[in-house]
C-alpha cells in the first residue's frame, strides 16, 4: 500500500514539472480576429512571443505585399511581463482587393543566439460583394396614382425644365470623350523595344512617387507597356480594360514567372488607381522591373505566332 501511494505520489509530481516546464516553454503565435472578409475589408493579425530565451534579433518577417494580401498598418511592438514570463506581441491590420483564397505564409521570428521559431501559415478567405441576397434592395413599390392638375402653366413648366434637362445630358453625353492612350511616333530607327525601355528609364529616373504622384507613376507605366504592345504586336491593348487585356495576354509565350508578375502589376495599378493604394517606395521601383522584364521577352515574339486564337483562318 505505502509503495503504490510512492508511485501516485511520483506521477503526479512529474505532470506538475511538465506542466511547469510547458507553461514557461518558448512559443511564437500568430491569430486573426476573423479568417473570411469582403473585399476591402480588414483583418486585425496579433502576432505573439512568449519566453524567449534572449533577445530578438529579427522579428517576424510580415512583407507589406504578399498572396494579394495588403499590410494596412502595424503597431509597435509591446513587451508585456506576466510573472517572469516575458512576452511581445503586435498587432498588424490587412486587406485583400483580389477575391479568392489567400494564404498568409509562415513568418520567421529569430533570437541573437541563432534560435529560430516559425509560425503556422494562415488560409483567408476574401469573397466578392453579393447584393442579391438583400432584403428591400431597391423595394419595389405600388403605383400611385396623381390627380391631374387643371394649371396649364405648372404643365408648361415641366416640360420645358425636362426638355432642357434632357438637351443639357444630350451635350454632356456627346462632349464628353472616353479616355483613349495614342499610339506613339518613333524617331528615327527606333523599335518598339527600344522606344519602351527608354520610356521606362524615363519613368524611373523622374521618381514620380517621391513627389507625392504615386497614380501618374502608375499610369504612365501601364501607358508605355500597352503603347509597346499595340506598336509591336498589333495588340488592341490601347482601348480595352485591364480584364479584357490580361485575357489575351494569358497565351503569350513568354515565361510563366514573368507573365504572372506583370499581371500582377496590373492588378496593382488597378488598385492605386482606384483604390488610392499607397504601395512602399521598394515597389514602386520593383514595378518598372517588372515591366521592363515583360518587354523584353515580349520583344521576341512575333504577332502571327500569338494571340492565334482569336484569328480567322
Not at 516575458?86 to 521570428?109: C, E, N, Y
Not at 456627346?174 to 523599335?191: E, T, Y
Not at 479584357?244 to 507573365?259: A, R
Request: charged share 25%.
Amino acid at each position: 500500500m505505502k509503495q503504490r501511494k510512492q508511485y501516485i505520489k511520483a506521477i503526479i509530481s512529474a505532470c506538475c514539472i511538465l506542466i511547469c516546464t510547458t507553461g514557461w516553454a518558448q512559443a511564437v503565435s500568430i491569430k486573426p480576429d476573423r479568417e473570411k472578409i469582403l473585399i476591402g475589408e480588414q483583418i486585425t493579425l496579433l502576432l505573439k512571443a512568449e519566453n524567449l530565451k534572449g533577445n530578438v534579433a529579427t522579428w517576424f518577417n510580415m512583407p507589406d505585399t504578399v498572396n494579394h494580401i495588403e499590410v494596412v498598418k502595424r503597431s509597435k511592438i509591446d513587451t508585456i511581463d506576466i510573472a517572469g514570463n516575458q512576452i511581445l506581441q503586435q498587432t498588424i491590420t490587412i486587406t485583400s482587393f483580389d477575391s479568392g483564397r489567400w494564404q498568409i505564409p509562415a513568418l520567421v521570428l529569430t533570437v541573437e543566439d541563432g534560435s529560430r521559431f516559425t509560425t503556422l501559415p494562415i488560409d483567408i478567405d476574401v469573397v466578392p460583394v453579393d447584393v442579391s441576397q438583400m432584403e428591400n434592395y431597391h423595394d419595389i413599390k405600388e403605383i400611385v396614382e396623381v390627380e391631374q392638375e387643371s394649371n396649364k402653366l405648372i404643365i408648361i413648366l415641366i416640360v420645358l425644365i425636362t426638355l432642357v434637362a434632357l438637351a443639357a445630358v444630350y451635350y454632356l453625353v456627346k462632349r464628353k470623350k472616353p479616355r483613349v492612350i495614342p499610339a506613339p511616333k518613333l524617331q528615327g530607327n527606333l523599335s518598339p523595344r527600344e522606344w519602351a525601355l527608354q520610356e521606362l528609364e524615363k519613368l524611373r529616373n523622374e521618381n514620380l512617387w517621391e513627389h507625392n504622384q504615386v497614380k501618374q507613376h502608375y499610369q504612365r507605366l501601364t501607358d508605355i507597356t500597352r503603347q509597346f504592345f499595340f506598336m509591336h504586336l498589333q495588340h488592341k491593348s490601347l482601348n480595352q480594360t485591364t480584364d479584357e487585356w490580361m485575357v489575351k495576354l494569358q497565351s503569350l509565350s513568354v515565361s510563366q514567372p514573368v507573365k504572372t508578375t506583370f499581371m500582377q502589376l496590373l492588378r496593382l495599378a488597378d488598385t492605386v488607381k482606384f483604390a488610392k493604394y499607397l504601395p512602399p517606395s521598394g515597389e514602386n521601383i520593383e514595378s518598372i522591373n517588372v515591366a521592363r522584364q515583360m518587354v523584353e521577352q515580349a520583344a521576341e515574339l512575333k504577332e502571327p505566332q500569338i494571340f492565334s486564337s482569336t484569328k480567322k483562318s
